[in-house]
């Protein structure tokens, strides 16, 4: 059935002017005729030339166009039925310009950007984290570390501004001792500085800038002192590696790339990802056997059996397994069962041990919480 006078928008291609006007079409029309409001015929586009615009924006208000030397025609119509007209008599209206091998083009584009992703992220960034750890200055690096502290602390606060630091003297003046006792003559690149938080979560970690935090559930777990000095002394070899600044800036460079590839390229992007691998002390294998060797030496030096952070170790398998099979050499951190028997053959013989803490002070440690 024809169409007469349907309503439609005309763009002609040479200039940036629209024109209301007019349409018919019909079989028996051999074309379709655009005509001004008056009834005059401004043009008429052979149906073998119309074709439907994809990009029209509005399924109400379809767009055909045709191309003449070179400029492009555009007809906005008004009435979506027309189109039940024209499907029939335009042989080429659904036509798409895709050329052959197009698809296969963008499917081998595809894979190359996901290669060079991956590159950048496995390999180019923790390359250039690690050389850029050693421009960072002391005092940057701790700025940095106080920004993750933050993050940690709003994320797992659920956005609360409660200050969450347990902070009994009593409790800090022990935690202070065991510190001097580990670190004897030891020095580092910036202050040390180790908190306790109320929270009960078995976890303690180090951020940049020799900051170190300890889940005041961990606390709760370990049975002696000995058993969190060990964990000390392992969050210790990361800080005195430098391995927290270097994660940092992996995980920013890594956030800052993905979130440019999805179109979210924020400093609190970058904090937030940087945090979230603080919390699961996500370090490279290699750091965290380095980390417990360096742990082993120092808890000997300070006349702590290396065994004792084997202790920590069993008991966190028993709550939450250990890592086996082929999930073992995908894993950040080496299987617990591994790290257990390098703290115990780490352990000399005949070894003499001191308490690292009196009983007293220990139960100063476990209650440094109390007056939060």
Known sequence: MPVTDSPAIYFDGHTAGRREVLVDAGADLHGLRI???????????????????????????????????GAEERLVLQDVEILDVLRPLCPQLM?????????????????????????????????????LAGFISPAREAAIGRGVINQIEWLLNEGSDDDWTCTDPAGQAALNAMMARLMQDRKADYDLDVRVVDHSMVNAFAVPGGHMV??????????????????????LGHVVARDPI?????????????????????GGTIIAVAADQALTSSFSREAEAQADRFAHQMLIDASVPPSALSLMFDRLRDEHGDVEGIAEHFASHPALGDRIAAAVDATPKDFVSKPILSDQEWADLRGICDDN
């Open 35 to 69: 005509k001004s409001v008056e009834g005059k015929t401004i043009a008429v586009w052979r149906f073998e030339n119309i074709r439907l615009a994809k990009d029209s924006g509005s399924r109400d208000k379809p767009v055909l166009f045709r191309i003449v030397d």
């Open 246 to 266: 270097r994660m940092t800036l992996r995980a920013a460079g890594t956030a800052g790339l993905l979130s440019l590839a999805i179109g979210d390229a924020t």
């Open 95 to 131: 036509r798409t310009d895709v050329d052959v091998g197009t698809y296969s083009r963008i499917a081998k584009w595809g894979v190359a950007a996901v290669a060079a992703l991956g590159l950048m992220i496995f390999v180019i960034i923790p390359m250039l984290a690690n050389t």
């Open 214 to 235: 300890f889940m005041h559930g961990l606390i709760d777990q370990a049975e002696t002192p000995e058993e969190v000095a060990a964990v000390l002394a392992h969050e």
